[in-house]
């Protein structure tokens, strides 16, 4: 089986994530025959059939990935989205709607969802029900148990002869949605204060990214009673200090961001040998035998030399990583469903669909223009978008609050035939050519009531008119392209630009 994980960009080849997630599974895969390619969405604009099994979208929240997976799913492929960052549970935080739209728009083309833990799941199931699903766990990279056991042996000696306790923080210390990472480190402060005045000395080490060391996280961490330095992250310093420090701290909080994260980090810092002490949320629970929950707890198995993780319970622990983050066993996982997807497919009919219209709102991209043209959709650009590019389709608003449409003169023959001649010459707009219609001699029943909020120009007023005047240009292009459904094209991360509408759940999409 041949499986393509979409990923936004190349850059994103060098993240974490994709490290942990999908380049441990590889070699696995391969020994048993199977494959897994990571792909930019940019490359696969060029591509008029399928050349793999799977498509996996991971981490392209725009209508690229949308356009794909209809694409893809329509031309016998399997298609699906990996979740592993809640950002679709906060029903009350507008700015997420962008985010909850595209999953909702995206599920529809959709034949499974890949979660990273159990709770990722159920959010995921929220969403779409119907769908099937599956847990992959990220898995941990194959360790020696003769190092390991080698390790625990020589950190536990140099720490109580040396009466020093070496700690270890490492991981993304911001997000740009939430207060988590450094925030989390500084509130759970207290928690190391516990390890001091009981004969050891205490240090902290913090690995960190660059983006998080911002003046506010620094002031927080001044506040720590225990020393501490700090550095930008690398794999190679995170390896040495996970090789140095006897003990890994690893806080969490309650918000339902940080009660979805994967085990990663606390299996990565117990595979390098060191114990890990985790206070707030229990996210680490399936690996409780391994888990301080106490610096108490921690010192008095330190003075009396058993550590949860020790030669005697390595057996123990092998056992745990197998079920939990074995990279053979969710690799072989992750093929079995896959194959279950692709026999079912095989023996349902296929559906013909509508094909699929892309509306630029406020915020959009060329990227995004020049894919749905690549793939043979419509690229339409409503009053608000700004951007110049010969798009198939474009809305003006006049002053007087006329709606004019312009439509390129490749793109007529797809207008109902009745109304093709209501249309009139207009002119070239950067190298293409339009006809147009006044829409509100023709059709008087389409209300565009918020036409003079828009003409305000300004931030409030556009924000009012934005979802009626979407409203009314769906309806008008259901009526001239009666075989389209839409995807709205909006990428602002600051203002929640949305059209309301309820659905079953009232939940707005």
């Known amino acids: ?33 199977h494959s897994l390619e990571l792909i930019s969405i940019t490359e696969l604009g060029v591509i008029n059939r399928p050349l793999h099994d799977v498509y996996l979208v991971s981490k392209c929240y725009d ?108 991981g993304m210390g911001d997000n740009p949605n939430f207060v988590v990472g450094l925030s989390d480190l500084a509130a759970f402060g207290h928690e190391l204060d516990r390890l001091r005045g009981h004969g050891y000395e205490v240090q902290l080490s913090i690995l960190t990214n660059r983006r998080a060391m911002t003046a506010d996280n620094l002031a927080l961490l001044s506040r720590l009673a225990t020393p501490y330095t700090i550095q930008e992250w ?46 707030g949320y229990p996210l680490y629970s399936s690996l409780n035998n391994f888990i301080y929950r106490s610096p108490l707890h921690f010192l008095n198995d330190l003075d009396q030399m058993t550590l949860a993780l020790r030669i005697s319970t390595l057996p123990q622990f092998c056992e745990c990583v197998e079920q939990v983050a074995d990279v053979r066993g969710e690799a072989q996982r992750l093929v079995e469903f896959f194959t279950e997807i692709k026999n079912k497919k095989s023996v349902i009919p296929q559906v013909k669909t509508k094909n699929l219209a892309v509306i630029h709102g406020k915020h959009s991209s060329g990227e995004i223009h020049k894919f749905a043209q690549k793939k043979g959709m419509l690229s339409i650009a409503s009053p608000f978008c700004s ?89 008008l292009i ?26 079953e759940n009232n939940i707005e999409r």
């Open 234 to 279: 690398t794999v190679e310093r995170e390896k040495a200090l996970l090789d140095r420090c006897v003990i890994s701290f690893l806080p969490v909080n309650g918000q339902s961001f940080s009660c979805v994260k994967s085990m990663n980090r606390a299996l990565t810092a117990l595979v390098n040998g060191a114990q890990v002490l985790s206070v």
């Open 1 to 33: 089986m041949k499986i393509a994980v979409v990923i936004s960009s190349e850059l994103q080849k060098e993240q974490a994530g994709v490290r942990i997630r999908y380049k441990r599974i590889i070699p696995a895969l391969e020994a048993s025959g």
């Open 63 to 170: 209508a690229r990935s949308v356009m794909l997976m209809k694409y893809m799913s329509e031309r016998g492929a399997i298609v699906g989205v990996d979740l592993f960052d809640d950002y679709f549970s906060q029903l009350t935080d507008s700015s997420f709607i962008r985010l909850r739209y595209w999953l909702r728009t995206i599920l529809a083309h959709c034949s499974f969802m890949l979660c990273s833990t159990v709770a990722m799941q159920e959010v995921a199931k929220s969403y779409a029900p119907q769908l099937l699903s599956h847990v992959m766990n990220d898995p941990v990279d194959l360790f020696d148990l003769n190092v390991l056991n080698k390790t625990l042996t020589r950190k536990l000696q140099a720490t109580r002869k040396l009466r020093r306790i070496d700690i270890a923080w490492f």
């Open 478 to 503: 259901t009526i001239l392209f009666p075989g389209y459904d839409f995807i709205i094209s909006e990428k602002s991360k600051r203002i929640p630009w949305s059209i309301l509408v309820s659905d």
């Open 387 to 475: 951007i110049k590019l010969n798009f198939d389709i474009r809305f003006q608003f006049l002053e007087e609050g006329s709606l004019l449409l312009l439509v390129s003169q490749r793109k007529m023959n797809l207008i109902v035939t009745e109304f093709v001649s209501l249309f009139e010459p207009y002119g070239i707009i950067i190298n293409t050519e339009y006809l147009v219609l006044n829409v509100e001699k023709i059709f008087p029943d389409i209300s565009v009531n918020a036409i003079a909020l828009f003409n305000l120009g300004t931030l409030a007023s556009q924000t009012a008119a934005y979802s009626p005047i979407m409203k009314s240009l769906m309806n």
